[in-house]
């Protein structure tokens, strides 16, 4: 059955005429006053992805008349919740609905004009998340004059699939249209076009890796922030491969005419099913922007390191122990065996010295925290120090940061994704106590939510850009500070610096 829209009034009662009004290209939407900001939820930026459209470029949604009203998350795209025991430490709403390219605002209030925009990508390995995850209530952000965009996109099957009848990235298509409605509409919200910072973490700074390669997105952003995420694609012909094992599961041609016709709730299980069982880490069957040629004319990696984007502002940075959001909860880190261990640094090719550094600077870490420590930082940091290197001197200034406080929650220490309620000073929030705890330091979050919001207004989050000296801003443990080169002797291992450090 299809999800009623939102309601849409030209008038309205006498409570609700004194609600905030934006008038956007396609027509006004009301919001609403909360907690000393105006917000608006759920504005479509597109055309439901339904259809006919489904497998197809987005669209520009259908004009309205009268007022719509924004005051409720918009549908979320097709997906599951993370399986056990990920579903318990991240939360992921699911809000029914076929109109799932939408997207939220918070801005201050009373309004303003010509304030910097910071646009959020979420993360989820392309299977996961929305934009109406509480962890992402952009309040602060607009307390602090920076208006926040959150942006829905289609996810796995659906947004990345790979056919020979439809194009490629549609997912990464639906976030250069929601850039584009930015561009085109944020002035009515208070912010200025010519000031917009794309922010994303884990597949979402993944994403922004790819929109800083794509000659469309040129002119869309002026900054971009990458968290635990780097520059990376797939050839087509690799990408194709979830998509045709999900095609054979279900037993229909690997084509989006053939998986269209296919019942949408059987789609998400074979999804599930395929894609079950992997994770960032430790590989497996997943989703992955590919090299289209189309969007995409190269390798986002190979393509920022030859200089593309050079203009753009970048802070990039990860969390000193990722691995264990996925090691500690499912016991890898105790269940992996010392023979286990060198037969995965056999398949990653670690050069022996390289691990013997790693052994040496963690005296008494288990096999599985070596394995976590040596793959964080082979998919990373080294690829984020080596993104610094070739942009230092070049036009577009780059800041490092590392993200070090330890959750006690689980023993999950500084692990994949513990950053973002600091980011967004939202510790409070349920999701962010999941993984934080209850007693996280606001004091921290304090120092990295105005580092961000330095970053959106003037590019400089107050520590100095990257140069030879290799400064990085470590957020915890302890009070935030600058370090030079940390933990060089690891990073001097890796092919990529050991013939050049």
Known sequence: MTAAPPPISAAGSPANRTAPLAGTAHGTVRGSHEQGVAVFRGIPYAAAPVGARRFRAPEPPEPWAGVREAVAYGPTAPKRPYAPPLDRLLPDPDVPGENCLNLNVWTPSPARTGLPVLVWIHGGSLLHGSSAVPLYDG????????????????????????FP???ANRGLLDQLAALGWVRDNIAAFGGDPDRVTVCGESAGAISIGALLAAPRARGLFRRAVLQSGVPA????????RTTELIAK??????????????????????QSEVTAGGSPLTGGNSFQIVVDGDLLPRDPAEALLAGAAAGVDLLVGSNTEEYRLWFVPSGLTERLSRTKLRLALLKFKVPRATARTYRANRPGATPGELLGALATDLLLRVPLNRLADARAGAAGSTHFYEFGWQSPVLRLGACHGLEIGFVF??????????????AAPQELADAMH?????????????????D?????????????ATVRAPRDDELRGW???????
């Open 139 to 162: 309040t602060a952000f607009a307390r602090d004059r920076v208006v926040l965009v959150s942006v829905n996109y289609r996810l796995g099957i659906e947004g990345f699939g790979v």
């Open 165 to 167: 009848d439809a194009p």
């Open 233 to 240: 694609a797939l050839s087509v012909a690799a990408g194709r």
């Open 249 to 270: 599961r279900l037993g229909v041609a690997a084509t989006a005419r053939a998986l269209a016709a296919v019942d949408p709730a059987a789609l998400l299980t074979a």
């Open 425 to 438: 000073d939202n510790l409070d929030r349920p999701d962010a106590v999941a993984l934080a705890g209850e």
């Open 450 to 466: 105005a580092a961000w919001v330095r970053f959106a207004g003037t590019g400089d989050p107050g520590w100095p850009a990257w």
């Open 468 to 480: 030879e000296s290799r400064p990085v801003m470590r957020f915890g443990p302890g009070a935030p």
């Open 495 to 501: 092919a990529p610096y050991r013939e050049h450090r």
